[in-house]
């Protein structure tokens, strides 16, 4: 079963715009979660985590939002801009020292 | 040096050959981690080693892999009797105890044929 979801495989979003990534969770046990960013041939790039005593962490143009009760948390990208055009995976782990367990990703593409 | 890496990059191995894929973290890190990302999947996780402790081998899928790390440092992940669902990514990252975050590596690409 999977304990992390991205529903979306691929996102379409104008530059200039934003771009939001959804991913649910099923084990109430998660307290730390993180959005990771992946080109092609390269491994993930961590982008911003958030722990649960918090419903939001912001980075530049980047923002996390974490709902626990509905076992969800968004990335939100604004503005968009072409070279945010990657695959976003969400992670979550407990602790926060054990492995990560990742979502199958959201391939985010940027049209100009 | 500055970054995870991962050798070799690319692997293409015969079903029932064994392989090795090496992994060198970020110096000074404690904790190294092996997952892998099988197409369309996100990724895996399959070991994890954190200092001297024993190693957490809950995500490994069968008695065919291994890994090890020599002194505290390089990683090996070996596969025996590799299979055709061997084939994937696999993606080595290490991180400062405490850190939350992982620093991954390019990955090694593994085509069983």
């Known amino acids: 079963d999977q304990q992390v979801k991205q529903n979306s495989p691929s996102l379409s979003v104008q530059e200039g715009r934003i771009s939001i990534l959804n991913c649910d969770y099923t084990?109430?046990?998660?307290?730390?979660f993180l959005w990771y960013k992946k080109y092609p041939a390269e491994g993930p790039t961590f982008l911003i985590s958030i722990s649960s005593i918090k419903d939001k962490n912001e980075d530049g143009r980047f923002t996390v939002f974490l709902n626990k009760s509905a076992k969800h948390l968004s990335l939100h990208i604004v503005p968009s801009q072409p070279g945010d055009s990657a695959v976003y995976f969400c992670?979550?782990?407990?602790?926060?020292?054990?492995?990560?367990?990742f979502g199958k990703g959201t391939h985010l593409i940027i049209q100009p | 040096g500055a970054g995870v890496s991962q050798s070799p990059s690319n692997k293409v191995t015969e079903k029932g050959k064994d392989v090795e894929l090496r992994c060198d973290p970020i110096s000074g890190h404690t904790a190294l981690y092996w997952y892998r990302q099988s197409l369309g999947q996100g990724l895996e996780f399959l070991i994890y080693?954190?200092?001297?402790?024993?190693?957490?081998k809950s995500g490994l899928p069968s008695d065919r892999f291994s890994a090890e790390r020599t002194g505290g440092s390089v990683s090996t992940l070996t596969i025996q009797r590799t299979q055709q669902e061997d084939s994937a990514v696999y993606l080595c990252?290490?991180?400062?105890?405490?850190?939350?975050?992982?620093?991954f590596g390019s990955g090694t690409r593994l085509t069983v044929v």
């Open positions: 084990n109430s046990m998660f307290d730390y």
């Open positions: 080693f954190q200092g001297n402790s024993a190693p957490d």
């Open positions: 992670a979550a782990s407990v602790g926060g020292a054990d492995g990560l367990t």
């Open positions: 990252a290490s991180s400062l105890m405490g850190q939350g975050y992982h620093t």
